[in-house]
């Protein structure tokens, strides 16, 4: 399915916001997602089912002063 990832286009097979992750590269970071708009735990990723379309952000932390 083609999913726009901080906008960009990607292709992943995974049906689950964790499954697209990992296919990213980022299944081990710590990330914050919002999938739509709409912030998504980690907790909540292996259950957050995917469609073809979808908008996901993926935001990593940051350090610095």
Do not use: C, S, Y
């Amino acid at each position: 399915m083609r999913l726009e990832v901080n906008g960009d286009h990607h292709e992943v097979t995974g049906p689950t916001l964790a499954d697209a992750l990992t296919e990213l590269g980022w299944g081990e970071a710590r990330v914050a997602t919002a999938l739509n708009g709409i912030f998504v735990a980690r907790a909540a990723r292996g259950e957050t089912d995917l469609k073809d379309g979808d908008r996901l952000e993926v935001l990593a932390p940051m350090q610095g002063g």
